[in-house]
């Protein structure tokens, strides 16, 4: 407000006096300006000298303060040093005796340990002793058994190869023998069967001759008689027939019941070979 109202004052002087007060004015504003700022500079350098000083007296007592800080955190620093140096002393201290105690364990435990080790090595040692004799008396006897034993099987081999063969030439014996008697069974019965077709033949014939000569001495007048001599020709004829069934039968029964023994002998003779191989 005071500036508005000064410019417009020098407005109206500066109307009133013309250009050489305007002049005039100029170079009055020019020296105030010049002594304004000149008295800014005296202002800002007694500015910066207090203000210097303030920060000077503040960086003192902030230093000072500092310095008590300082001062305090040391003697507190070497009160937890001389604390620490305590503590370490006692740990170190604790720790040996701990170590100490460890050690001692340790040793007791190792003297333990070494005393039962060397009580089991002594077990051992005889255990070990007694099997070492126990192996010397059976590396004696283990031979000894195994001699022994292979003269026992040896002997049993050889009783038993003696027993088999012994059986064979008792089994080849009997076999001969059985097939000497079917043979001569066989043999006897064909004889037999052939003493008896030809004695029947003969018989057979003989009748039938007398037959014959009968009807030819009679001729034919009795027919009566004819047939009986029919009906007994007829049952001699039956008679004659029934026998050579029988024969034949009995002739049949004989080569099955060789059939059968020439079976089994077959079969017999492939278990022998069986056995021999």
């Given at each position: ?22 002049e ?25 000298k ?31 040093i001389?604390k ?13 005796n701990?170590?100490?105690?460890m ?6 435990l ?9 009580d ?150 492939k ?7």
């Amino acid at each position: 407000m005071d500036k508005s109202k000064k410019s417009k004052s020098k407005k109206a002087t500066i109307e009133e006096n013309g250009p050489e007060t305007i002049e005039d004015e100029k170079k009055t504003q020019t020296k105030t300006l010049l002594s304004g700022i000149i008295g800014g500079f005296e202002t800002f350098d007694h500015e910066m000298k207090v203000g210097t000083r303030q920060r000077r007296e503040k960086d003192e007592h902030r230093i000072a303060q500092l310095r008590n800080e300082m001062a305090t955190m040391e003697k507190t620093l070497n009160s937890e040093i001389t604390k620490r140096i305590e503590m370490n002393k006692s740990l170190h201290q604790f720790c040996e005796n701990e170590i100490q105690k460890m050690v001692d364990h340790f040793e007791s435990l190792l003297e333990t340990r070494k005393k039962a080790m060397t009580d089991k090595i002594r077990v051992l040692t005889n255990r070990i002793q007694a099997l070492e004799g126990k192996f010397e008396i059976e590396m004696e006897r283990i031979p000894r058994d195994i001699e022994e034993r292979g003269e026992k099987l040896a002997k049993m081999l050889k009783d038993f190869e003696e027993r088999f063969e012994a059986e064979r030439a008792d089994r080849l014996r009997r076999e001969a023998a059985l097939g000497k008697a079917l043979a001569d069974h066989e043999h006897a019965a064909a004889l037999r069967f052939d003493r008896e077709r030809t004695s029947r033949e003969n018989t057979y014939v003989e009748l039938r001759k007398a037959l014959e000569e009968n009807a030819a001495t009679r001729g034919r007048g009795d027919a009566k008689f004819q047939a009986a001599v029919r009906e007994e020709l007829a049952a001699l004829r039956n008679a004659v027939a029934l026998e050579r069934q029988t024969r034949e039968r009995e002739d049949d029964e004989i080569v099955e019941a060789l059939n059968s023994y020439t079976a089994k002998l077959q079969t017999s003779l492939k278990i022998i070979n069986s056995s021999e191989t």
